[in-house]
């Protein structure tokens, strides 16, 4: 059974940098990617970034772009991501997921990603 168990959130001022971890158990993966949704209160889940298997692909939320990075390490499979120069708007509940069939690409629909972890809550004060 494949469980994403994610860890790193916090409360942090504005400004403030915060460094989440995600790491995936339970089978091996192939040509996969993985990605880092959010959900605040009262909206849809959203995304915020996406890393392939090997770490040569990325892509962004345009909102986070410039002040956060994704990385993975492959060997582990367990995907980072760091967060700089955060606002309040940035307080969600971060989630990671994990598409296992990535060979098209990397996608930012939610669709696409075929296991989820629990989220882990981040919460940036002004």
């Known amino acids: 059974q494949v469980q994403l168990v994610e860890s790193g959130g916090g409360l942090v001022q504005a400004g403030g940098s915060l460094r989440l971890s995600c790491a995936a158990s339970?089978?091996?993966?192939?040509?996969?990617?993985m990605g880092w949704f959010r959900q605040a209160p009262g909206k849809p889940r959203e995304f915020v970034a996406a890393?392939?298997?090997?770490?040569?692909?990325?892509l962004y939320a345009h909102s986070v772009k410039g002040r956060f990075t994704i990385s993975i390490d492959n060997a582990k499979i367990t995907v980072y991501l760091q967060m700089n120069s955060l606002k309040p708007e940035d307080t969600a509940v971060y989630y990671c997921?994990?598409?296992?069939?990535?060979?098209?690409?990397?996608?930012?629909?939610?669709?696409?990603?075929?296991?989820w972890g629990q989220g882990t809550q981040v919460t940036v004060s002004s």
């Open positions: 997921a994990l598409d296992s069939s990535a060979i098209y690409g990397l996608s930012s629909a939610k669709d696409e990603y075929d296991y």
């Open positions: 339970g089978r091996t993966f192939s040509n996969y990617a």
């Open positions: 890393i392939n298997w090997s770490g040569g692909n990325t």
